[in-house]
């Protein structure tokens, strides 16, 4: 109900299935959203209780379907923060579990960025050869976990000068770079990614219990 509020069911649908299409729609891919959807729904309910909105046929059907559709769209679309401008507010949703850098692969490393990086780091040198997979772009020989990443402290060996790969996370670049934006990587062992989605999953309700009213 809330959901059709803010889009239409067909186009939600269609849009779901081209993303599940472009990661491969594989069997963990489908697990990692499902278990990110429980992890955001159990703080969902905290923040919009059910018990609040009972009067006016809020179920949690309609908490499920939103969180779907904070997984998928930009906030820009009811002119709403863009997803870079949320996660760049909430630099503390990160709580250095240091899992994005002992499970990522490949780290990518852009050529522009490449001599700078060098520059900062003389010793990334040998350890940077190019992607094979993607002109333009580099990658570390070892990068799962990434050498640069102090097991004990999980904290990030070049972090001042740590490619923008890595400055991004959990957000992903993808598109052409005439036509690039921010998508969420839906890991659901990123608190990262966990509060961006619930953040996302609050301002929705709350604009669909507007049009609800």
Not at 102 to 109: G, K, R, V
Request: hydrophobic share 35%; with cysteine.
């Amino acid at each position: 109900m809330l959901r059709d509020l803010l889009i239409d069911k067909d186009l939600f649908e269609n849009i779901k299935r081209k993303i599940l299409e472009s990661e491969d729609g594989d069997n963990n891919t489908i697990l990692e959203m499902s278990i990110l959807e429980k992890n955001v729904l159990k703080l969902l309910r905290k923040k919009r209780t059910l018990k609040k909105y009972k009067k006016m046929g809020v179920t949690k059907t309609d908490l499920k379907e939103i969180i779907e559709l904070a997984e998928i769209t930009n906030l820009k679309l009811f002119q709403g923060p863009s997803n870079s401008e949320l996660a760049s507010m909430h630099p503390e949703w990160c709580n250095y579990c240091g899992k994005c850098c002992s499970e990522s692969s490949p780290l990518f490393i852009h050529k522009d960025e490449l001599k700078l990086l060098i520059m900062f780091n003389t010793e990334l040198e040998s350890e940077i050869i190019p992607n094979e997979h993607y002109p333009d772009h580099f990658r570390f020989k070892e990068d799962k976990p990434c050498k640069f990443l102090d097991l004990e402290t999980k904290r990030c060996g070049i972090y001042d000068s740590r490619p923008q790969v890595c400055r991004n996370y959990p957000l992903m670049m993808i598109g052409s770079e005439d036509r690039a934006r921010n998508i969420i990587n839906l890991r659901y062992n990123c608190n990262y990614a966990t509060r961006l989605i619930l953040d996302k999953s609050m301002i929705l309700f709350d604009e669909a219990v507007k049009r609800l009213d």
